[in-house]
Structures are given as structure tokens and as C-alpha cells.
């Protein structure tokens, strides 16, 4: 496989404001953000441009086997094995460069694609090492203990997405095949928002990101057991427990951090992924099931889970900055996508009109216009994934040349309210700005987000002619009583907003959709 791509990440340039020089109180930055902006005074400014041309290379193959075993007449097992395997991305210039770390993190220095680094020797030209031994093994078992019953269980392995292309391009925009350059200010001497990159920088190495030469790919284990039950002819019901461990997954950490700014002399701030990620979710589900009879069926789901992880990349997370690399313990928390109860329910109702119904069995017009109906309806319900209470724009966090990695402080008090409304959603009372030079003790995902209920409803026919042709007609209507659902809220607490709610999922909508089938 071949990409060709071009990329400026940052060519404008970008800057950070946070009130350090327009006053200080006691030795504690008590200006205004943008009272700072108004003088044109910046503590951080970023710029990334380059290259002009990335042509990246990788190859991949797969294979799996699997068969069906049928034991007994109640007893079936399904057994397979899968290896994937892809490369790391490599250059046609071999225009990639990382960085060579020493374990502590106390030095760090460029290296470029097949060449040898001073702490972990010769790099490879993909700069990765390469994961050859990613074996998926799975199983799944059908036993039917008595009649009406049957009990389901498996056991497998599945690898996450291939990160490979996106750390290619990030090493590829690298000095010396691009220019990155990021700059902080002092307490005395601000950057300057018309000249912040005037004067050569101080920092022998300029490189923003690097990336584990170990890097692994992570995975996830899952196993579940379902047990179904018919409760006569329609009508069946159901329980299933479902658990999920990942592992080696993606941590995005800023190790270039001292106690009032950098750690190692003469190196920029940069971002180090690695794979010492992991989570744990555990999920418990009962449902219900009326098959089509007498023109009804529906069906209902409860879901009660629980998700933790100290990365949140499995899932639909997007990978967040630890806030402290010496304590990577204290990011485990909940996962951003961990959502406690969620209730489906739909019903399908075929309108009683028309031949072989209890109204207008004769046909003709009325029957063709008005029978064959089909109504359904969809209801859901969610409780609301968290959100993490943090502050942007911190005199200390951007000393260390990071933004909004930093967390509040968390004074115990419950979060929730009562009553909570779109002015004040949750009790901000409970946060505040952890100390100069410290780090929040507010845990991950710790804010409960809204929640939501929503009704959803169709209705369709479809309508033939003599020979292939037909038409189909469909009415669609998304949350039919337009009840207002609310998304995101405010949680940065150094935020004018902060505990308000900042969006809302669409409202109501209606579609006609027609179809000609011929």
C-alpha cells in the first residue's frame, strides 16, 4: 500500500494566552487571558509546516482458519485462529524522523530513519519495530440444555486499528524534513504576538513528537455468555453478560516537563505515544422479543455497563495527554465513552387494513390506498457519558509546554444536582484551580454528562404493479416530540461558562423518502 499526502499541521502558527502579564499577585498569575491578548503578549507560541511530499509504504497480510464442530445434537463449538499483520509505514526518502529517549526520559535527541541512536541503538527505517505476533484466537459455544433454552458463550481477541499511518505522518513532519518550533515565555519577557519567532530558538532540538520504538499494537479480550428462553410461540426473553479487557493501548504523554517548566536542557516540548494503556468494562443486558403475530412485534432492552481505562482509545475515545507523567496511575478512571443504562425499545404495528386483514378485506380502492401500512417506532434511552473537569490556559501547565492536560481540584461535595438546568448543569462549587505549581487531584470523567430520550417513529408501504415494477414510500420522523437533548456542557473551570450546557443534539426532523424499484 502506497499514500502520497501533503500536510501543514500548524503553518499559521498558535498562541497561548493565559493573564501572566497583567498581573501578579504574591507570585500567582491573577491576570486576564485576554487582557494579555490585547497587548499582544503570548507564554506560548507553536508553529508546524512541512514536508511538501510524504509518499508512505507498508505491507500487510492476513490469514485465519476456522471450522464447526457439532459435538452432540444440543452441543456445537466454533473455534478459529487469525494472524494479521501489518508493517510500519516507511518513506521513499526514508523522510521519517524520531526520537532516542533514554528510559527516564532525562535526555532525548533526533534520529532519522536506519540510522543509530545514542541510547537504543540501530533504529529500523520504519523507526518502529515491527508487532509479528498479533495471533487472534476465538471460540464459540451453542448448548442447548432443554428444549426452549439455549445458552451461548465465546472467547476472543481482536486487535485495534493500525495507528501506523498517522505516527508515520507525524514523524514526517519533523525537522529536518519540516519545521516545528515551539517557544515559552518567561515571567519577564513575553512572546510577542507580532515577532514570537523573530530570534533563533534556544533549543537545540525543536522536534514536537516521538513515538516508543517498542510500540505494540493493542488488543481486546472479550467473552460473554447469552442465555435465550421461548416462552411459547412468539414470545422470548433473554439475559447476557458481556466483559471486555484492553490492553497495550495507546498513551499520548508529555515526559519534557520540570517542576516550573522543561526537564531536559536544550529540548523542546514534545508528545511521546506509547502502548501502556489498558481498560476494563463490564456489561449485563436482559431483553425481551414478541416475533410478528396478528401484525405486532416489538422488542425491549435493558443495559446496565461499567468502563474503565486509563486511555480511552478503544471505544470512540479520542487519546487525551496524561496530566502527570511521573503518576500515570492517576489517570485511570472512567472511560469517556462509559454510559451506565441504556433502554431500546421498538414496536411494529401493520395497520389492520386491506386484504388478509380485519377492514377493507374486499381490496379495491380504499383497500389499495389505505392497506398495507406499516407503522414502527423506536424509543431510547441513556444515561449520559462523563466529562472531565480541567483548566486551560494554566500559567504552570503552559510553563511545562503543554495546554489543558491540567485537572481541577476536586473538594469531595456531590457533583449532581438535583435540578440541573442548561445555566448550571452540575455543581461547580465542587471544582476549583489547583495551586501554582501542582497538579489537580480530580479524577478522569468525573462529571456525569446529560442524558438522553428520544422517539422515533416511520411509516411505510410498498406498492406494486403487474410485471418488476414497485414503489415504496417511507415517512420518517427522528425525535417526533421534539423534546430538546442536550450534548456537550462546559467543563473547563477557569471557563466563563463553565457548568453550562454548550449544545444540543438536532431537534425534531422529517423525511419522505420514495423509492422506484423497476
Known sequence: MRIDSRTDSNARGSYVFTGLYTGVEGGKASGLDFADFLLGYAQQATV?????LMQLHTRSWSLYVQ????????????????????????????????LDVTPDFTAAVPVQAGQTGPYTGPFPTTLINPDRNNLSPRIGVAWRPMAKTVVRGG?????????????????AGQPPFAVTDTRI????????????????STDTTTNNYGIDRYYRLGYVQIWNIDVQRDL???LSVGAAYTGTRGSQLDIQRAPNRGPDGTSITGVAPFI??????????????????????????????????????????????????????KDLEAEWGLSSFDQ?????????????????????TSGGVLGEIFGGWILNGIVQAASGTPFTARVTGNVSDVSRGVNGTLRANYNGEPISLANPTTTLFFDTAAFSIPAAGTYGNAARNTIPGPGNAVLNMGLMKTFTVPGTRGLSLRFQVTNVLNSPQWSTIDTVVNSPTFGQVTGVRPMRSAQVVARVMF
Open 232 to 234: 411459547g410461540r412468539t
Open 272 to 325: 511521546w505515544q506509547s502502548s501502556g494503556g489498558r481498560s476494563l468494562m463490564n456489561a449485563l443486558s436482559v431483553r425481551v422479543n414478541r416475533r410478528l403475530a396478528q401484525g405486532i412485534s416489538g422488542g425491549a432492552t435493558y443495559t446496565y455497563s461499567r468502563s474503565m481505562d486509563n486511555a480511552s482509545t478503544v471505544g470512540g475515545g479520542a487519546a487525551v495527554v496524561a496530566q502527570n507523567d
Open 67 to 98: 471450522d464447526d464442530w457439532r459435538l452432540r445434537s444440543d452441543l456445537t463449538v466454533n473455534a478459529g485462529l487469525r494472524y494479521e499483520y501489518q508493517s510500519p509505514y516507511w518513506a521513499s526518502n526514508n523522510g521519517l524522523v524520531n
Open 155 to 171: 472467547y476472543g481477541i481482536n486487535y485495534a486499528s493500525v495507528p501506523y499511518m498517522s505516527a508515520a505522518q507525524r514523524m
Open 185 to 200: 515565555g518567561s515571567a519577564e519577557i513575553p512572546l510577542l504576538l507580532t515577532d514570537a519567532f523573530g530570534t533563533p
Open 340 to 360: 451506565r443504562h441504556r433502554f431500546t425499545g421498538n414496536c411494529t404495528f401493520e395497520l389492520p387494513v386491506g386484504p388478509n386483514r380485519r377492514r377493507l
Open 48 to 52: 508546524q509546516y512541512g514536508p511538501w
